[in-house]
């Protein structure tokens, strides 16, 4: 089992959560797979609400135990996959060591962008971040990560899709694509290149106040089953969509 970057649990049963709080967070979470064959599971989580709550509930909804294979931080949207069964079940053995391979598994976010203009380029336009990262807490309950020579290695793809206008300023919208799994590892690299994500206050966003979360969202996931290939989507939500609808598109296209 590969190590995480921070301490977490892994097995959800469903069982610690009261009934009501049971009801209204299935409500908020769309199941976008569940497959016997491939031994999975997958919900379109919201921002706000963490992956281990996200996956307990699911657990309950289901009546089935799930073993957490990936996690999205707790204000990024989007994909949450899950293997069906318990830490010993073939499902998460299979499943785990897919994620640990990294290129075995294709995750896409969506990301706006500040920085100057053009900073990462004109729309189409293709980058690579490779630095290592390092976490370092900067509180007793929150962590950032840094680049350093002492971190761990990190590579993130990325393509520009369009570039908007807000009143003082352009915003890039992009689509990442990291390579490795480390903790905050988008956010860190682009706020590295001087393009921190809108709403990413830890890395260095300005305050905005047409978009009231972190705009950084899971919109595709791609890996290998034991009989298929799976790909996942989940729609931009709603914020999201209404935050973009609000600025001008300069170049490019919208997001579908």
Request: include cysteine; hydrophobic fraction near 40%.
């Amino acid at each position: 089992m590969p190590e995480p970057d921070y301490k977490t649990r892994h097995e959800f049963t469903g069982s610690g959560l009261e009934p009501r709080e049971l009801e209204a967070l299935v409500a908020t979470l769309p199941l976008l797979l569940e497959e016997e064959d491939e031994g999975l599971v997958a919900v379109a989580k919201p921002s706000g609400i963490s992956s281990e709550k996200a996956l307990e509930a699911m657990a309950a909804s289901l009546s089935k135990p799930l073993f957490a294979v990936s996690r999205l931080d707790l204000p990024t949207s989007g994909v949450l996959p899950a293997a069906l069964g318990t830490e010993q079940s073939p499902e998460a053995r299979w499943h785990l060591a897919q994620f640990a391979a990294h290129s075995l598994v294709e995750k896409t976010y969506l990301c706006l962008c500040q920085g100057t203009e053009g900073s990462l380029g004109e729309v189409g336009a293709e980058g690579r971040v490779e630095l290592p990262l390092k976490v370092v807490a900067t509180s007793r309950s929150t962590s950032r990560a840094v680049p350093s020579a002492e971190g761990k290695r990190a590579r993130t793809d990325f393509q520009v899709l369009a570039v908007f206008a807000e009143a003082t300023s352009q915003l890039s919208l992009i689509e990442a694509r990291p390579r490795t799994g480390r903790l905050h590892q988008i956010r860190a690299h682009l706020a590295a290149l001087g393009a921190p994500l809108v709403g990413d206050h830890l890395y260095g966003a300005q305050r905005v106040s047409w978009c009231r979360r972190l705009f950084l969202h899971c919109q595709r996931l791609k890996l290998f089953g034991p009989s298929r290939e799976v790909r996942l989507e989940a729609p931009l939500p709603a914020e999201l969509r209404e935050a973009l609808l609000g600025l001008r598109l300069l170049r490019g296209r919208f997001p579908s």
